[in-house]
Structure formats: structure tokens, C-alpha cells
């Protein structure tokens, strides 16, 4: 629903087109490889691809367009990886469609676009887990033991033990299932 009215909403600006919507990762890649827009908005949440899998896919690629993140997520961890995958815009959903279109007409010039609030709250609190600690605390966190998580991320048991240990220990709490709560809430995974 709230894909669509950004979509009509948009596509009421003389300047602005909107060549494709798409209801997952996978969808929005094969849209952009198919329509090449010049900008792409995505969210950060989505089945298949997230919006950061997307932004790091696309930022290598010729001719890839500029990204803005439009989210509900308010989390100065994902404006951060956001901002490492080259987005170019990261705005909240409940800004008002003219902030939004200035945004994309912005990104479209070149510039960059970060929400006044998150850009302040990103330098609040900054991830100090690795992107391997990450990727093993994802997995912890959706229940997974040891032992998976060492078969799906190719690694030794042991070795998944000892990152989750030092995780632990950086963000000083008492177990993998706090980990994965705090490292969630702040938008590090």
C-alpha cells in the first residue's frame, strides 16, 4: 500500500517518473537492471534482498542508479551501513511527499540527502562488530546452533563459538540472544 501511494504520489511531479515498482529485493535488481533508472528508492527491510544487499549489488555495476533508503527505521546502524554501501539518500516514511520528491531530485543532481535526525544520531553509537561477527550473530539470532551456522557461513564450529564470544563481550551483554536483540534494535544487523 505504502509502495503504491509513493508511486502515484511521485509520479504526479512533471519531473519525476516512475518507471517500476517492485515488492521484493529480487524484483527491485531485476527492475533496475531492466528499466535503468536514475534513481532508485528502496526500503531497508524487504524479502529476498534488503535494501543495503541491494545498494552494495548495484554500487559496482555501470550506469547504476543513485539509491535512497526510505524507512521506518530510525536506527543511526543502518543510516551508517547505509551510508558505506554508497547510498545517497536516507529519508523516514512519514516525511511529506514533497520532502520526498526534493530528495529524489536532489540525488538525481548528485547531492546527498540524510534525515537531519539520523545524520545527528549516527555519530551517537557506532557498530563495533565486524561484518563476520555480524553475519554469525544474524544467524544466532534466528535461532540457529553453533553447528549451522558454521555449515552455512563456511567457518569451524569453534571459530562461530569465538565470535559470538567476542560480540558478546563488545557489546556487554550476557548472551547471544541479548546480542541479537541490542545489535537488532540498533540497527547493526
Known sequence: MVRGAFA???????????????????????????????????DIEMPGLTGLDLAAQLAGEPGAPR????????????????????????????????RLADTVRRVHAGGRVIDPALAVAAWEGSDPMTDRERAVLRLAGDGLPNAEIATRLHLAEGTVRNYLSTVIAKLGVRNRVEAARMAGERGWL
Open 8 to 42: 502515484q504520489l511521485l509520479d504526479l511531479e512533471t519531473d519525476i517518473s516512475v518507471v517500476a515498482t517492485a515488492s521484493d529485493g529480487i524484483e527491485a535488481l531485476a527492475a533496475v537492471r531492466e528499466h535503468r533508472p536514475d534513481v532508485l528508492l528502496t
Open 67 to 98: 539509491v535512497v533508503v526510505v524507512t521506518t527505521f530510525a536506527r543511526s546502524g543502518y543510516l551508517r551501513r547505509a551510508l558505506d554501501h554508497g547510498v545517497a539518500g536516507y529519508v523516514l516514511k512519514d516525511a511529506p511527499i514533497d
